[in-house]
């Protein structure tokens, strides 16, 4: 892959989550319906990644051994390291879904106080814990207790603007034993929106003594590093924008080292595409149920993708795994002939006019 100078180096290259190094320090942030094993394996090949974390899972589902909650958080034997992240309120139920964690090798045990789903909240789990600082403190505590592997804490700023409160939540966690905290500078009212205002990030950072880890609209190599210039955090969380560029992690990574900053090609877009599809297809026991993953990834993927615009719709209408792949053979085959020099390989491809249905939205996706 062709290479381009990097930007100046700010920040060092490592955290330490008690005897684990995190190398580099660039995390692939959990995702609902994203951060599967296939995903997480396609971001590990690629390169640049120091930690993984699952899908969040119900702590009480896991501890008995739901068989699709374990499906969720499966390993690779050499996925390390890895964290599984668990979700709820019920402090004892989250202890025990933290022993099937260690239990399943994972190096790290995160909890989940950032979801602003409507339906985690209305339980009283994610990013609603927030508004209860006594119950995080007793979860954290339990968690902690039940096991003997690092507890980390994932959140945001605060529940809403009137109460951004991250800094003495991340001090509560650290108190009760966590050994890291990522804080998302949204508050749970933002959603997925929101005027972006990283300070919360600055002062946990500046208050706590365990590695503080910042997260939220990290879509390129540059806002990457304005959030270490801005927040001085020790590591940084990559979410949505991993899904749309699955080299960005490598990117930053390259940028934080000094090294040249990977460029990509259309033929290792092409690779990567076809790698995911062909990996969701072998773990799904039907080609058909792999569908909607295929469609949720080329959803994002496209977007960054030269008129990206007008494969889009022709992958999310495909019925077919067979379809979506002629689709997307289709799409790179002219790709390459633009590449090769041919400036009207892409002249009639344009948006079909039907609308198309069944898109998946951010708000799904992540």
């Not at 609902?32 to 974390?53: K, M, N």
């Not at 927040?231 to 080292?257: E, F, K, Y």
Request: aromatic content about 6%.
């Amino acid at each position: 892959m062709p290479e381009t100078s990097p930007p100046p180096n700010p920040t060092a290259t490592a955290y330490t989550v008690r005897e684990l190094h995190i190398s580099p320090n660039v995390v692939l942030s959990p995702m609902e319906g994203v951060t599967d094993l296939t995903f997480r394996r396609l971001i590990r090949q690629i390169g640049g990644v120091g930690l993984t974390v699952t899908e969040f899972v119900p702590g009480g589902s896991l501890a008995h051994g739901d068989r699709k909650v374990m499906q969720t958080v499966e390993l690779d034997a050499d996925e390390r390291p890895v964290a599984i992240q668990l979700f709820g309120r019920d402090p004892a139920l989250l202890a025990e879904g933290a022993r099937v964690v260690e239990g399943l090798g994972a190096n790290i045990c995160d909890i989940n106080m950032g979801c602003p789903s409507k339906k985690v909240c209305a339980h009283s789990g994610g990013s609603a814990l927030l508004q209860d600082p006594a119950l995080v403190a007793r979860i954290v505590r339990a968690v902690v207790g039940a096991v003997s592997i690092p507890v980390t804490v994932k959140m945001r700023s605060g529940f809403d603007a009137a109460h951004r409160n991250a800094p003495e939540i991340a001090a509560i966690c650290e108190a009760e034993g966590a050994s890291a905290v990522a804080i998302h500078w949204r508050t749970r009212e933002d959603k997925y929106g929101g005027e972006r205002a990283v300070d919360k990030i600055a002062e946990a950072k500046a208050r706590l003594k365990i590695p503080v880890l910042g997260n939220g609209d990290i879509v390129d190599v540059e806002s990457a590093l304005r959030m270490f210039r801005e927040t001085g955090c020790d590591g940084v969380l990559i979410g949505r924008g991993a899904v749309r560029n699955p080299w960005l992690l490598r990117q930053v990574s390259d940028a934080l080292a000094g090294r040249p900053i990977t460029v990509v090609n259309a033929a290792e877009q092409r690779r990567v595409m076809f790698t995911y599809f062909d990996d969701l297809i072998r773990r799904f026991n039907r080609p058909a149920g792999a569908i909607g993953r295929m469609k949720m990834f080329a959803g994002y993927f496209s977007k960054q993708l030269p008129h990206g615009d007008a494969l889009r719709p022709r992958l999310q209408r495909a019925e077919t795994v067979e379809a979506l792949y002629e689709h997307a053979l289709a799409y790179f085959e002219r790709l390459d002939r633009h590449e090769a020099g041919d400036e009207a390989a892409f002249e009639a491809y344009v948006p079909p006019e039907r609308p198309v249905r069944g898109e998946i939205s951010a708000e799904q996706a992540v």
